[in-house]
């Protein structure tokens, strides 16, 4: 789960994280109060999206307009807000699509000596946190790590003792830190990974972490996500989440208990089990076709489940057929078939629809399956089920 800017913002200050001055703004009035309350001459205002590189992103009702800009006036504040809010922000991670901007956080300005770049994320190779550093930060971060990756510092730890102070002094040196900006980094840092082990995060990052002209570390920029597995565990951090920042059917997938993403493909799958999803995504791609979602019902799916993955395949006006894959394990291939056929009457296809089936009850399954004479191609194995999708699409 990603939450904004502002909110990160409110629980680094909650876990003792040096922040600047920020408000949240949700009108162009409020932004203009906003820069009156701060009282520093330069004032930053910022969209609040859940995407990245929005200070290089553009609006596309202002092409001529970045989703970060300084302000010196309230007046000026309230220029920009009102420009900015309800406008398109497109960046590099929003796709050409964009996001609508409806909230601002106003920040105050700082004298900033140098920017650096700071993240936390899981190592799931060595399972642990592992620090990711540079000294050069800013907006060229994904530039640098691609032409210079040298210049990147890595540094696990072990969340169960957090980040030790000879770590801390590793990474302060590797960043070129000197003495007092040192000492800030001996608190900063820790509190940092101790944040990221505390709320289950699988990322923070600070882009930039700035030093100031009197050698003090601030977070300037904070983006952070959770675990969606351990949020059970954090019922304060779920009031944070923003469904209009979500893709409405993934939404709707997950209210139905389904795994779901949107991609960009015209091929819509219905699998049970991850892993056979992403070898049903890779076989379809491998005979030249693109997949349309990623979808896992379930070991255990009932009716109203596998009806209601159908509706959300369906309502994407890109799929051009169906392929469903089906391992009855501790479902058997039967009952599977019983949902299958059950949802197919409720919500009526378009599409050609492809049928394999393997596991427990096999046989009866793909019987009761031929009997329906329902308009579905039925298939015998991975590989052909994928060549018929595909061949499907030209039908």
Do not use: W
């Not at 210079?148 to 540094?155: A, T």
């Not at 000492?183 to 820790?190: E, N, Q």
């Not at 799916?301 to 395949?313: G, N």
């Not at 394990?329 to 078939?337: A, F, L, R, S, Y």
């Amino acid at each position: 789960m990603k939450i904004h800017e502002f909110q990160a913002k409110q629980l680094f200050a909650k876990a003792g994280i040096e922040i600047p001055n920020g408000v949240v703004c949700k009108t162009a009035d409020e932004a203009a109060k906003a820069y009156e309350q701060l009282g520093t001459k330069v004032c930053v205002v910022k969209s609040q999206i859940h995407a990245g590189g929005r200070g290089k992103g553009r609006f596309k009702e202002h092409l001529e307009q970045p989703g970060v800009v300084l302000v010196k006036s309230a007046d000026d504040a309230k220029a920009n807000a009102e420009r900015m809010l309800g406008s398109t922000l497109v960046t590099i991670q929003t796709g050409d699509e964009g996001k609508q901007v409806n909230t601002l956080y106003v920040e105050q300005g700082l004298d900033i000596a140098r920017e650096l770049y700071f993240a936390i994320i899981l190592d799931r190779e060595v399972g642990k946190p592992v620090c990711i550093a540079s000294a050069e930060g800013g907006m060229a971060i994904e530039e640098l790590a691609e032409e210079h990756p040298e210049k990147i510092i890595r540094e696990h730890y072990d969340p169960a003792i957090g980040l030790q102070p000879f770590q801390v002094r590793k990474l302060g040196n590797a960043l070129g830190l000197e003495a007092t900006a040192m000492k800030s980094a001996g608190k900063l840092l820790p509190q940092l990974g101790r944040f990221f082990v505390d709320n289950d995060c699988s990322m923070t990052e600070i882009n930039p972490l700035v030093l100031t002209d009197d050698s003090q570390l601030l977070a300037l920029d904070a983006k952070v996500s959770f675990d969606d597995n351990a949020l059970f565990r954090h019922k304060e951090l779920q009031e944070l989440r923003d469904l209009t920042e979500e893709d409405p059917s993934e939404v709707r997938a997950g209210k139905a208990g389904l795994s779901y993403v949107q991609l960009d493909g015209n091929i819509g799958c219905l699998v049970n089990g991850a892993g056979l999803a992403m070898s049903t995504m890779d076989l379809i791609k491998l005979h030249g076709a693109e997949p349309a979602n990623f979808l896992d019902v379930g070991g255990g799916a009932s009716v109203d489940q596998v009806t209601e993955a159908f509706r959300i395949i369906l309502a994407d006006e890109n799929v051009k057929a169906v392929l469903v894959n089906i391992f009855g394990g501790i479902m058997k291939c039967d009952t599977i078939v019983d949902a299958l056929l059950t949802a197919y009457d409720k919500v009526g296809f378009n599409v050609p629809l492809v049928v394999r089936l393997e596991g427990t009850n096999v046989e009866l399954a793909r019987e009761k399956l031929k009997a329906s004479g329902k308009d579905v191609i039925a298939a015998t194995d991975l590989t052909d089920a994928a060549k018929k999708v595909v061949g499907a699409l030209g039908a």
